[in-house]
């Protein structure tokens, strides 16, 4: 590589390709795997144990006093008091590699005092090195990375991952990829978040969005992304993405659009926490416009977060007692908007001053009509042709051209 890479980066990456070259081989013999069920969908192979243990061996051969954060391991190796850890995923994708799917790869990053630090994903299928570190930019091999410049979520290409995993919410999922797929170009689902994330950053993607991650599925590409110019966020637009199980990540524009379609789905803020914040013409949260219930909510000083579908928009009233008396809505002037704060508000007709033209001792004398300084060559004054013309108003003038001279007949001027 051309560019000088930070001392751990490199590190990074050569764990990277470590593990990336255990998957091939592990590729090669698919149907002699051992495969482990972790859960419901959930699988896990003798390949990924492997990998993991290579890249851990290679870290913590650098750095032995880092901690460690593994998808298969957990936090069983390193120094757990360390301000460094590691954050390790040694094949994302794994439904897809046991498959013969050829979308999965390798994700490591390094968080320091929990923030991301130094990123790398290695796709082995197609040897494509991701990496970036904080400040320094993102790249894919020896080229930079900038995210798409579409602004429109109408032209965007948008990825994202199924719920698959027992607890997550389906019914949930299907409303939020119906929303999306109404409002944008297309929507893509490889099955792998952290490679995902990078095509983000590499432009392919103009967004992505997706729950049930855990923090070794989005910490590398989350910093890959926002070195690329991109911004990555909660459902609600926080930074707080990490441990909240849920994330959207886009171009500028494209987030901020994702971030309004998606934020009454979060799960950030606990359901009894939300604020019930209702447009004023809807009587129940499926008939207001999700869009109007976030404004309404931010107009409020409130979060944006709509009520969940089903939810009492009101609260609920004690039996027997009397409802609040409603509040008594004081009348409000509206003033134009394009008339300046400091003018007076304009008078109607029956306000307006009276003529005081003819009142006695007013000066007021109308204005005369122009007079006119010229004369057409047909106008004659009382004098009749030859005399004094004069304009209306205007004094006599003398006729200085003489009498008329008749006009000879004949096209060509000449009297017959």
């Not at 699988?43 to 880092?66: M, N, R």
């Not at 109404?182 to 978040?193: D, F, K, N, T, V």
């Not at 207001?288 to 931010?298: C, E, K, P, T, Y």
């Not at 609260?315 to 409000?332: C, D, I, L, M």
């Amino acid at each position: 590589m051309s560019q000088s890479l930070h001392p751990m980066l490199n590190i990074a990456i050569k764990a990277a390709r470590a593990a990336g070259a255990i998957i091939n081989r592990g590729s090669q013999d698919l149907d002699l795997l051992t495969i482990k069920h972790k859960g419901l969908n959930d699988f896990a192979s003798e390949v990924d144990e492997a990998a993991e243990a290579a890249i851990i061996d290679i870290l913590l051969t650098a750095y032995p006093g880092h901690g460690i954060l593994a998808e298969e391991s957990g936090r069983t190796h390193g120094s757990k008091d360390s301000e460094f850890t590691w954050i390790i995923d040694p094949l994302d994708g794994t439904t897809n590699f046991l498959h013969g799917f050829p979308v999965y790869c390798v994700s490591i990053a390094l968080a320091h005092r929990d923030i991301v630090q130094q990123a790398v994903v290695y796709d082995p299928t197609r040897n494509d090195l991701f990496f970036a570190s904080r400040g320094r930019g993102a790249f894919l091999n020896d080229k930079r990375l900038r995210v798409s410049k579409r602004i429109r979520l109408a032209d965007a290409l948008i990825g994202t991952g199924f719920p698959f995993r027992k607890g997550d919410s389906f019914q949930r999922y299907v409303k939020m990829f119906e929303t999306v797929m109404q409002s944008c170009a297309g929507i893509r689902r490889p099955g792998a978040a952290a490679l995902d994330l990078c095509y983000v950053a590499a432009g392919w993607y103009d967004g992505f969005f997706e729950t049930g991650l855990n923090p070794w599925d989005i910490a590398a590409g989350s910093l890959i992304i926002t070195e690329a110019g991109g911004l990555v966020g909660n459902f609600t637009g926080e930074a707080d993405f990490m441990h909240q199980r849920e994330i959207v990540a886009g171009s500028p524009k494209v987030y901020g659009q994702l971030v309004t379609l998606l934020a009454p789905y979060t799960k950030v803020i606990k359901a009894d926490e939300v604020p019930h914040v209702l447009a004023p013409h809807a009587t129940s949260p499926a008939a207001a416009d999700a869009s109007d219930v976030v404004i309404a909510a931010l107009a409020a000083g409130m979060p944006a977060h709509a009520p969940d579908a089903g939810a009492d928009p009101l609260p609920a009233t004690a039996e027997g007692a009397e409802p609040a008396p409603a509040r008594e809505r004081k009348p409000v002037r509206i003033r134009k908007p394009d008339m300046p704060a400091g003018d007076p508000a304009p008078r109607r007709d029956d306000e307006r001053r009276p003529d005081r033209r003819n009142e006695p001792g007013n000066d007021f004398r109308p204005a005369r009509a122009p007079q006119r300084d010229f004369q057409r060559p047909g106008d004659r004054g009382p004098g009749g042709p030859g005399g004094p013309s004069r304009g209306p108003g205007g004094p006599a003038r003398p006729n200085t051209r003489g009498p008329m001279k008749p006009r000879p007949k004949g096209g060509d001027g000449s009297s017959s």
